[in-house]
């Protein structure tokens, strides 16, 4: 049995609208945009072993703090593949630390669910490189 909605234009394009939405809030260091995607009890994961930020005020609190350290930012993503209410994406973010001036790019992808047309759950998976290196994790 296909499931139709996994192949749905709308659904393809509802992620879409949302990848694109949170792509232009990071790279703006606008977290309020960034924050429009998810739904107020939505669940952030940065990482597979990464805190789980449950609602908005936390996930807000995830957001803000990396806008303090990132400017100049840069985002774009692969294509979406969609399955009922989940979708997943690769991306790459490129930006500058505020306090070093280094480059960082940073490359995952993103596994979301989603209810009403908003993002329930987003899992962030990522590595990061600066000056062709590997660094750690952290911000």
Request: neutral net charge.
């Amino acid at each position: 049995m296909t499931d139709t909605a996994s192949s749905s234009p709308d659904r393809a394009a509802m992620a879409r609208r949302l990848v694109d939405t949170f792509g232009r809030g990071w790279a703006r260091q606008d977290a309020e945009l960034l924050l429009s995607v998810f739904s107020a009890a939505a669940v952030f994961r940065e990482g597979p072993f990464g805190k789980a930020h449950e609602g908005l005020a936390a996930i807000r609190g995830y957001w803000a703090d990396i806008s303090y350290h990132q400017s100049e930012g840069t985002f774009s993503s692969g294509e979406i593949f969609t399955a009922g209410p989940w979708f997943s994406v690769e991306f790459k973010s490129v930006f500058r630390r505020r306090r070093t001036g280094e480059w960082v790019d940073v490359r995952g992808a993103l596994f979301c669910e989603t209810a009403d047309e908003k993002i329930s759950e987003m899992r962030m998976y990522w590595h990061r490189w600066t000056r062709g290196r590997e660094v750690n994790n952290s911000v």
